[in-house]
């Protein structure tokens, strides 16, 4: 078991910039390619970026590609989300997985779920 704890999330300006972190429970943590998601109020959670188990390969929606960076440390058992430039329509509850695919954009690949994290970007 895994458990995932989000915390970052908050109010920011359009324009602004957060970093949301993931912590994890477990010390497998560096076996597992990490994701991040969103849902926004009415709308379906949707993919936002990934990282494999080694931190080498990363991958984007393309919405916020260019504005979000996701990193990982696995020595602290924790993945990052970088968030430059935001928009309006980037608020949303982030939440971050775990699952034992590289890429996986796919919701039911995730294994394990933090409780997630409000983000809220005003004009």
């Known amino acids: 078991q895994v458990q995932l704890v989000e915390s970052g999330g908050g109010l920011v300006q359009a324009g602004g910039s957060l970093r949301l972190s993931c912590a994890a429970s477990?010390?497998?943590?560096?076996?597992?390619?990490m994701g991040w998601f969103r849902q926004a109020p009415g709308k379906e959670r949707e993919f936002v970026a990934s990282?494999?188990?080694?931190?080498?390969?990363?991958y984007y929606a393309d919405s916020v590609k260019g504005r979000f960076t996701i990193s990982r440390d696995n020595v602290k058992n924790t993945v990052y989300l970088q968030m430059n430039s935001l928009k309006n329509e980037d608020t949303a509850v982030y939440y971050c997985?775990?699952?034992?695919?590289?890429?996986?954009?796919?919701?039911?690949?995730?294994?394990?779920w933090g409780q997630g994290t409000q983000v809220t970007v005003s004009s």
């Open positions: 990282i494999s188990w080694s931190g080498g390969n990363t």
């Open positions: 477990r010390r497998t943590f560096n076996s597992y390619d």
């Open positions: 997985a775990a699952a034992r695919f590289e890429g996986s954009e796919q919701i039911n690949e995730y294994e394990y």
